[in-house]
C-alpha cells in the first residue's frame, strides 16, 4: 500500500509532467518516485509558503468546462482530475478525447491569471483511462498489453463506463509502474 506522501509525491511528479509534450511523458529509465524506488519520499522543492492564498490545495471536479474560481480566491496548488471541462475533452470518437491536453491548458490559464501558483493534473494509480492521451497510447499498444490485469483467457479486465474504456494496471509488473 502506498503511503499518502508517496501519493502526493506522485501526483506533484505529474504535475511537473503536465507541461512537457507527450512523446516526452514517459521513458525507458528507472523510475524517479519513492513509491516505485524504495528510496525515501522527497519533500517539494518549493519554499514553505504561509500565505493561505498560496499555501492552501483544491481539487474541483465535475465541471463542464474550464475551472476558474473567482479572481478573489486564489489557489496555492490546484489539482485537475478528469471530470473539470468534460464538455471541452469529451470527443464522439472516444480515441480522440483531449483530457490531459485540456487539464494542460487549464493549469496554464489558471497560472496566467493569477489564480493559482501551481496545478497539477490528477491521475487515477488503480485505472488505464481511455480519455487520458498517455494512457490511451498504451492501451491499445499490443505490445504492452502486460500492463494490465486480464483473464485466464487473456483478455484485458475492462470496466468501460461512458467516457471510455477503463484497464486495471497490473502492477505486479513492474513495467506498468514504470509506465505510469
Known amino acids: ?19 512537457l509534450p507527450l512523446e516526452e511523458q514517459h521513458s525507458a529509465s528507472p523510475s524517479p518516485t519513492c513509491a ?12 514553505a509558503e504561509w500565505n493561505l492564498t498560496r499555501s492552501s490545495v483544491c481539487q474541483p471536479g465535475g465541471t463542464s468546462s474550464y475551472w476558474l474560481p473567482p479572481s ?6 490546484v489539482s485537475l482530475d478528469w471530470s ?10 472516444r ?3 483531449t483530457c490531459e491536453a485540456t487539464s494542460r491548458t487549464n493549469c496554464r490559464m489558471l497560472k496566467q ?13 488503480e485505472l488505464a483511462l481511455e480519455w487520458l ?7 491499445y499498444d499490443p505490445t504492452k498489453a502486460n500492463l494490465f490485469l486480464r483473464y485466464k483467457n487473456g483478455t484485458i479486465y475492462n470496466e468501460p463506463r461512458s ?13 506498468a509502474g514504470e509506465y505510469f
Open 72 to 77: 478573489s480566491h486564489p489557489w496555492g496548488l
Open 1 to 19: 500500500m502506498l503511503s499518502a506522501i508517496a501519493i502526493v509525491t506522485l501526483l506533484f511528479l505529474h504535475f511537473n509532467q503536465a507541461v
Open 113 to 125: 491569471a493569477g489564480l493559482a501558483t501551481r496545478c497539477f493534473i490528477y491521475h487515477n494509480m
Open 163 to 175: 467516457q471510455g474504456d477503463q484497464y486495471f494496471w497490473n502492477y505486479t509488473n513492474p513495467e
Open 84 to 93: 473539470v471541462a468534460q464538455n471541452v475533452w469529451l470527443a464522439p470518437d
Open 95 to 97: 480515441k480522440q478525447s
Open 36 to 47: 516505485l524506488n524504495g528510496q525515501p519520499c522527497p519533500v517539494p522543492d518549493w519554499p
Open 133 to 139: 492521451e498517455s494512457q490511451r497510447a498504451a492501451m
